[in-house]
């Protein structure tokens, strides 16, 4: 990696943080020079706008949230164990954070619905990405004789991410660990009313 990549990527490191926490219409690159320690003028010699930045941020964040998620995925083969590691993943943003803000997908899909498409866009797809493999996943059970036959894998993808961010926007509302918690016990119950115990680890 040259310089200039290092440069780059600890821009990433530093704005990420500050984006999870502030959004993309809050950021400020007065914030961002402190967070780096560099000028304006350092910062925007690796990137084109304030927009360039932000995408490249969340893309950023993303690409590390899907390094956790294949780490924590190695070694699970059958379709309960790689359903939660989907689940221990969002989790994870609350009791071992990656983000100051918590989740990025969530702050960004919420703060750019109508204020910036190209990051609306983004997030979007970084939640097909997610609710794919989910789907993938039951499906695959289906056809291994793991899950019942008559799942919705499409409203289970959604019942998983969406009871997790929900959680975890009441987790860092209040600042209790708690609702992410007991969102997880929950889910780990409702794969259990899908999934025969052949899926089992």
């Known amino acids: 990696m040259s310089k200039g990549e290092r440069t780059k990527t600890a821009i990433l490191d530093q704005a990420v943080q500050v984006f999870s926490v502030r959004g993309f219409g809050s950021m400020s690159m007065d914030e961002l020079t402190r967070a780096t320690g560099l000028t304006k003028g350092g910062i925007y010699n690796h990137f084109g706008s304030k927009d360039d930045l932000a995408l490249q941020v969340f893309d950023h964040a993303v690409a590390m949230m899907r390094e956790r998620f294949r780490q924590s995925l190695e070694g699970k083969r059958t379709t309960r164990t790689r359903l939660e590691a989907a689940i221990d993943l969002f989790s994870s943003l609350i009791d071992e954070p990656m983000f100051a803000g918590g989740c990025v ?8 619905d109508d204020t910036h498409p190209a990051l609306r866009e983004r997030a979007q797809r ?44 009441l987790s860092k509302t209040y600042g209790d660990a708690r609702h992410v918690h007991y969102m997880v016990a929950h889910l780990r119950a409702y794969l259990g009313t899908f999934i025969d115990e052949k899926g089992e680890a």
């Open 105 to 112: 997908l969530l702050t960004t899909a919420v703060e750019a």
């Open 126 to 169: 970084a939640f097909d990405d997610w609710r794919a493999f989910i789907i993938r996943t039951v499906e695959k059970g289906v056809q291994l004789g793991d899950v019942d036959a008559a799942a919705d894998a499409e409203a289970i993808a959604s019942v998983i991410v969406g009871g997790m961010e929900g959680a975890i926007v």
